[in-house]
């Protein structure tokens, strides 16, 4: 059966290969928890990033099937069983190569964004 | 890094699905608490916490599709589907599977049992090197078609073999075989020391056979075959050096043979060794033996060239009487070698071939009804495929699940048919002919399944193609609407088709079914000579010391007490019997009626008592039978069978004839012709008629009085049931002679029917087969018509309102029945004359375009076929207007 994905609306609509790039770069400062993914994202936007939980987990689960994140189970502070993901050697370059193509994307959009006609002051 | 991958994502593959569950409670538990931890209530904090997250089921499916399993999920989905669907309509479950269970059984069965027999190498080392030898005088003809090697031929051809590594003889006989008190009657190969080199077998215990046992004076061994020494000496290797009795012959068992080695079939329990005799070196003698033989090729060497360094050692040695006597008269020996395997299941090669192009016929005749009934089924389904393919299933997603649904029942069908398969397999080696050749060996093994697996993949595609493919089609909105008027036509012009088919590949069968019935009871009716009804026979053999003495006394006490009971019509004895193992044939001159020189006749030779003609009912065509005064009357008196007059005697009158010296070594004796006697079959109904003579037991031969001694056959003729007189005849033998070794007493009725065994079971198998294939074509029809008569209720029902009458629409549901079983008996008979052909060679008096066997097979058909309309006839001649007018 084919189903039809349902999408919801978030804030801002995230391309998937952007949400790719800020899950690896919220573990770069650690290992951490799907929950824990979704609030440092927000915390980190200020508020403006919530990341849609039915994007998060399909995310995570690609990613560590590419072999960028590795997860395993810890207990948490509250002693409760929880999957924890951690960047890997991998994930660390493809981090660093999403960076650039990242900064790349953004600058050329600005270029094109702040250019001027010919001619306009 | 990708195997460790690799081994995780296994490990995980368990948990998967409740790991993620897990992780997601977690989440949601920990967004409740933060919640909480901001003031929120308990259950306030778990609600919104659960409306943030989102769909739980739906994010757990996206997920899951990241895992790249999807194809195995959905296809695990169909499956499931697929078996719920089976359940939820038994009829259909069950027609199916049953009708895909016996193809696929018997599919697997014959073709693995083909293999076995006819393609699978045989268990000796070097096995594809094995071949048969032989060798045949053109245009003559060995007696009962024997493929001997001479022993001539052998010496001139080892003395400077370079085609054969090694050469030997064989032979496969019954014997008297005692250990301690125990005697039975068992099977054993007498095998040339050459032998055990030859097949490159080894013994389990002790030595195998050498040169040194089979010359002239040595001491009698034997060497027992594994499976004999394990069940009756335990498999006790104390066995070596203890003694057995064969045949009244204490032999010393110097070893034991390992259990692969059985040789030539299953029956041998044992080995003897043979003697070749050699060839004398007085060139006038005749010292002329034959033998079976079996060689190995040396490396590298092809038949052809085998063939040609035998043939020229046979041409090599000299011509004898007795080569000629064995052979048939013929010119320029030459030898054949072929292929052990090949030789050894060239008997029944054809009536397996036959057999499996019969069973290939029935799986396509299944496949067809089981396409048909998925078809039918598929019409059925129309709304709910229509549904979901307004929901978004595309043609191919369709299309997969129709197809994963036909190789789900092709799969159960093949998992039964692989049950019944085993089951007949274990069963054929009982059910079979023991003469069989290489059964033992059939078993369940991973090329069967693999035969089973390949025909339930070729059932599930060809009977699971047609719906798939029509479904998905464009009328999905009108299917909805229900009215799949034009569906319908379609479907039921492939049905048509179908059952078309099916009756074309039933005819064959039934045609070659029929021929073979026919032969076989052509068979059965020859006349052979004799009258088995009402005769025991019993087979005795006098062994050890004075055994001319004994056999003497044995027969002349024996007969004259069975013929005084009131309950024996006959009774007498002779040196040969009709279905006995046991072949004479002598050679002597006769001078042919109008002068000049002597002819050399030979002929099968039987001496018999008096009595042994009227109890065997042998036909009287001119003169008279024995009486007790021929046995030592100064002349040898004589009976000669039709086939010897008309080939030796011809011109003048046959009785009465007087002859001189028939014998080379005799002088002054004179034999006379007393009576003609019809021809008797002696080796079974299929064989010609050979010339044979029977002279009168005591009739002097060779100078002295010869009387029969050391193997009698006893014929009696009772007037009841002749079994009632076995224990008698038993007991009177052994009061006689205890010694006397007696193999079977039993009527002769049981020895002509074993001699029936094998054309009996071709004809029961391919009988079966027949009517399989007729039982289902009747089904197949039976569905069409039935489902027809049922999608057209609106037009049957209007043409009723119309005023056609019953008879109207009984005759439209019986023309379009009979209109597709009479295009199937066209296409069928054309495909059974050509086909009947390959049958030749398992035909007895029936030609392969015997007029009967293609009138009674559409008879059959047709008649079947009329049953198979006869429901659906009625359920449309009993077609209520108003009803059929009202419901859609």
């Known amino acids: ?121 | 890094m990708r195997i460790a991958g690799i081994v995780e994502r296994l490990r995980r593959l368990s948990t998967r699905d409740a790991d993620l569950d897990e992780e997601i409670q977690f989440h949601l538990r920990a967004s409740a608490d933060d919640r909480m931890a901001r003031g929120e209530s308990a259950d306030e904090a778990a609600v919104r916490a659960h409306r943030e997250f989102g769909n739980v089921t739906l994010v757990k499916e996206v997920t899951r599709g990241m895992w790249g399993w999807t194809w195995l999920d959905r296809l695990l989905q169909d499956v499931g589907y697929a078996l719920r669907l089976l359940r939820r309509s038994p009829g259909f479950a069950a027609a199916a599977l049953v009708t895909l269970a016996l193809g696929i059984g018997a599919t697997t069965a014959v073709f693995s049992v083909v293999y076995d027999v006819l393609l699978k190498p045989l268990p000796y080392p070097n096995a594809g090197r094995l071949v048969r030898v032989w060798e045949e005088h053109p245009p003559g003809r060995a007696v009962a078609g024997n493929r001997w090697l001479s022993n001539r031929t052998y010496f001139a051809w080892i003395e400077h073999a370079r085609t054969l590594d090694a050469l030997g003889a064989f032979g496969l006989y019954e014997y008297a075989f005692a250990s301690g008190d125990d005697v039975s009657r068992v099977f054993g190969s007498e095998v040339s020391p050459s032998m055990p080199s030859v097949l490159g077998a080894r013994p389990v215990l002790g030595r195998l056979l050498t040169d040194a046992d089979a010359a002239e004076n040595a001491p009698k061994v034997i060497v027992l075959g594994e499976s004999m020494w394990r069940r009756q000496f335990g498999g006790d290797a104390g066995v070596i050096g203890r003694s057995v009795t064969v045949d009244g012959e204490p032999r010393r068992i110097v070893g034991v043979v390992a259990a692969g080695f059985v040789f030539p079939d299953r029956r041998a329990r044992f080995w003897l060794p043979d003697r070749i005799r050699p060839v004398p070196t007085d060139p006038k003698s005749q010292g002329t033996s034959v033998f079976s033989a079996i060689g190995r090729l040396a490396p590298g060497i092809t038949l052809a060239q085998a063939e040609a360094e035998g043939t020229a050692a046979a041409l090599s040695a000299p011509v004898t009487l007795a080569t000629r006597m064995l052979f048939g008269s013929g010119s320029a020996p030459v030898v054949h070698v072929r292929p052990l395997v090949d030789d050894m299941s060239a008997q029944v090669r054809p009536a397996l071939l036959v057999l499996a192009g019969a069973v290939a016929l029935v799986l396509l005749i299944t496949c067809a009804n089981v396409a048909s009934l998925l078809m039918s089924r598929g019409i059925a389904r129309q709304r709910e495929l229509a549904i979901r393919a307004a929901i978004g299933a595309g043609r191919g997603r369709l299309a997969r699940q129709l197809m994963t649904e036909s190789f789900v029942l092709a799969a159960l069908g093949g998992a039964l048919g692989l049950a019944l398969a085993a089951a007949l397999v274990s069963l054929l080696p009982a059910l079979a002919p023991p003469q069989f050749p290489r059964l033992d060996d059939a078993r369940i093994d991973w090329r069967v399944l693999a035969i089973a697996a390949a025909a339930s993949i070729v059932a599930a595609v060809a009977s699971g193609l047609a719906p798939a493919v029509r479904a998905g089609a464009a009328a999905a909105a009108e299917a909805l609407r229900g009215a799949p008027a034009g569906q319908g036509r379609v479907t039921r012009t492939l049905r048509n088709t179908l059952v078309v088919a099916e009756t074309a590949f039933a005819v064959p069968l039934l045609v070659g079914a029929i021929l073979l019935a026919q032969s076989f009871v052509r068979l059965a009716h020859v006349d052979a000579g004799y009258d088995a009804q009402h005769v025991l026979a019993a087979r005795v053999e006098v062994l050890g010391e004075q055994v001319p003495g004994r056999s003497a006394r044995l027969l002349d006490t024996l007969l004259p007490a069975l013929r005084g009971r009131p309950d024996v019509a006959a009774a007498g004895a002779g040196s040969m019997m009709p279905l006995s193992a046991r072949t004479a044939i002598t050679s002597f001159r006769l001078p042919p009626p109008d002068g000049g020189p002597p002819v050399e006749t030979h002929a099968l030779t039987y001496r018999v008592t008096p009595g042994y003609a009227e109890a065997l009912g042998l036909r009287l065509r001119a003169g008279r039978f024995f009486t007790d005064a021929d046995a030592n009357a100064g002349v040898r008196r004589m009976l000669v069978n039709e086939a010897f007059a008309r080939q030796y005697l011809a011109g003048g009158p046959v009785v009465g004839r007087r002859f001189g010296d028939l014998y080379n070594d005799e002088h002054g004796t004179t034999t006379e012709i007393v009576g003609v006697v019809g021809n008797v079959l002696k080796d079974g109904n299929d064989q010609k008629p050979e010339p044979e003579v029977y002279f009168a037991d005591g009739a002097s031969l060779g100078g002295s009085s010869r009387r029969i001694q050391g193997y009698i056959n006893v014929v009696v003729r009772s007037t009841g049931n002749p079994a009632v007189l076995a224990a008698d005849v038993r007991s009177l033998i052994r009061g006689i002679d205890r010694t006397a070794s007696i193999d079977a007493i039993e009527p002769l009725a049981a020895a002509v029917d074993r001699s029936m065994d094998e054309p009996r079971f071709a004809t029961t198998v391919l009988m079966t087969f027949g009517l399989l294939a007729l039982t289902l074509a009747a089904v197949g029809l039976y569905g069409v018509l039935a489902f027809g008569v049922a999608q057209r209720r609106r037009e049957l029902g209007v043409r009723a309102a119309l005023g056609a009458g019953r008879g109207r629409l009984v005759g439209m549901v019986l023309r379009e029945g009979l209109g597709l079983t009479l295009g199937g008996l066209a296409l069928g008979l054309l495909a059974a004359a050509a086909v009947t052909r390959l049958l030749e060679s398992l035909l007895f008096g029936v030609t392969p375009l015997d007029p009967l066997a293609f009138l009674a097979a559409p008879l059959a058909l047709v008649l079947v076929a009329v049953v198979a309309c006869a429901l659906p006839a009625r359920r449309a001649a009993t077609v209520d207007p108003a009803e059929a007018l009202r419901c859609d």
């Open chain 1, 1 to 121: 059966m084919v189903l039809k994905r349902a999408r919801y609306r978030n804030r801002i609509e995230l391309l998937q290969g952007t949400l790719d790039l800020l899950i690896l770069q919220t573990l770069q400062w650690g290992p951490q928890h799907g929950y824990g993914i979704s609030q440092a994202m927000r915390a980190g936007s200020g508020e403006v990033l919530q990341v849609d939980t039915g994007s998060l987990y399909p995310a995570l689960h690609r990613l560590e099937r590419r072999g960028w994140i590795a997860a395993e189970w810890k207990l948490s502070e509250k002693k409760q069983r929880t999957r924890v993901y951690r960047l890997t050697a991998a994930g660390r370059k493809q981090l660093a190569a999403e960076r650039s193509r990242w900064t790349r994307l953004s600058e050329a959009i600005g270029a094109i964004l702040n250019a001027r006609r010919e001619g306009e002051a």
